[in-house]
T-cell receptor, first 112, second 118 residues
């Protein structure tokens, strides 16, 4: 399976704290994307980082990419209860067309 | 942002019946749509890639006669689960890639369909 792995599988933090999720993948990639999924809903695209980029920011989100280690991290700063959701990384393999391969996901719970 | 509408959001059916799920891109044209399956608290598994006007490409292990995909227009793809059985119960999600997006850019996802086969 080419599926990536994420850790932790589940993360519970207090509102205001930062949340860090990690993603590892197996193949060379064109880009890596992070998505958010609320329970029983579709996915929402959060941020895309290309293979030649090392870090990217979007609002309270910070994504890093280390292609030598085939890993990425998503940092959510100053978390809010509304950030409670599952977060998935997804990769587009080099030469793999447009197919996204999703990681196993991290379930984040932000408590008041 | 681009909107993908997936319908129905929830369906309960008897074993042996067929169920059709629709995925529509509302404000953009989608040459390619993807169908995924997701088990509870698990990741998304790609089932097939649907290209407008041509046959779908199925992932290894996915039965094409079981999961019929039709992409008849640039805004609509359908997934039909034929002769559904309880093991087909799952959350099905579609996603669409806009024509005017660069290759490998982000996809837009439908809100998913929860299928329960009794």
């Amino acid at each position: 399976s080419q599926q990536g792995e994420e850790d932790p599988q589940a993360l519970s933090i207090q509102e205001g704290e930062n949340a860090t999720m990690n993603c590892s993948y197996k193949t060379s990639i064109n880009n890596l994307q992070w998505y958010r999924q609320n329970s029983g809903r579709g996915l929402v695209h959060l941020i895309l980082i290309r293979s030649n980029e090392r870090e990217k920011h979007s609002g309270r989100l910070r994504v890093t990419l280390d292609t030598s280690k085939k890993s990425s991290s998503l940092l959510i700063t100053a978390s809010r209860a509304a950030d409670t959701a599952s977060y998935f990384c997804a990769t587009v393999r080099e030469g793999g067309g447009n197919k996204l391969t999703f990681g196993t996901g991290t379930q984040l719970k932000v408590e008041l | 942002g681009a909107v993908v509408s997936q319908h129905p959001s929830r369906v309960i059916c008897k074993s042996g019946t067929s169920v059709k799920i629709e995925c529509r891109s509302l404000d953009f044209q989608a040459t390619t749509m993807f169908w995924y399956r997701q088990f509870p608290k698990k990741s998304l598994m790609l089932m097939a890639t649907s290209n407008e006007g041509s046959k779908a490409t199925y992932e290894q292990g996915v039965e094409k006669d079981k999961f019929l995909i039709n992409h008849a227009s640039l805004t609509l793809s359908t997934l039909t689960v034929t002769s559904a059985h309880p093991e087909d119960s799952s959350f099905y999600i579609c996603s669409a890639m806009a024509v005017n997006f660069a290759t490998n850019e982000k996809l837009f996802f439908g809100s998913g369909t929860q299928l329960s086969v009794l």
